[in-house]
Nanobody, 123 residues
């Protein structure tokens, strides 16, 4: 079992930056693929970014590529999402997810989830 706790959300003006953190506990962190998803009110949960467990390969949704950066620190059991040039359409609850399988952009493929952190981007 892996427990995930997100932090770092908040209110920011358009064009600003935020860094989300997701701290994992319960099991060794390194064997897990880690990902970020987000869900805006009235919308489906959508893939944002993922980082593989072996070679730290990164994957991004087209809507955030070039603006967001996912990274991981296995020594700290933490994955990060650096978000720059934020837009009002980035407003959502951001969720951290983990799974022992390969990277996927499908939320159903992830076994472990955090409780989410709210990101609000004001125009």
């Amino acid at each position: 079992q892996v427990q995930l706790v997100e932090s770092g959300g908040g209110l920011v003006q358009a064009g600003g930056s935020l860094r989300l953190s997701c701290a994992a506990s319960g099991r060794t962190f390194s064997p897990y693929t880690m990902a970020w998803f987000r869900q805006a009110p009235g919308k489906e949960r959508e893939f944002v970014a993922a980082i593989s467990r072996r070679f730290y390969s990164t994957y991004y949704a087209a809507s955030v590529k070039g603006r967001f950066t996912i990274s991981r620190d296995n020594a700290k059991n933490t994955v990060y999402l650096q978000m720059n040039s934020l837009k009002p359409e980035d407003t959502a609850v951001y969720y951290c997810a983990a799974d022992g399988a390969a990277v996927s952009v499908t939320s159903a493929d992830y076994s472990y989830w955090g409780q989410g952190t709210q990101v609000t981007v004001a125009s």
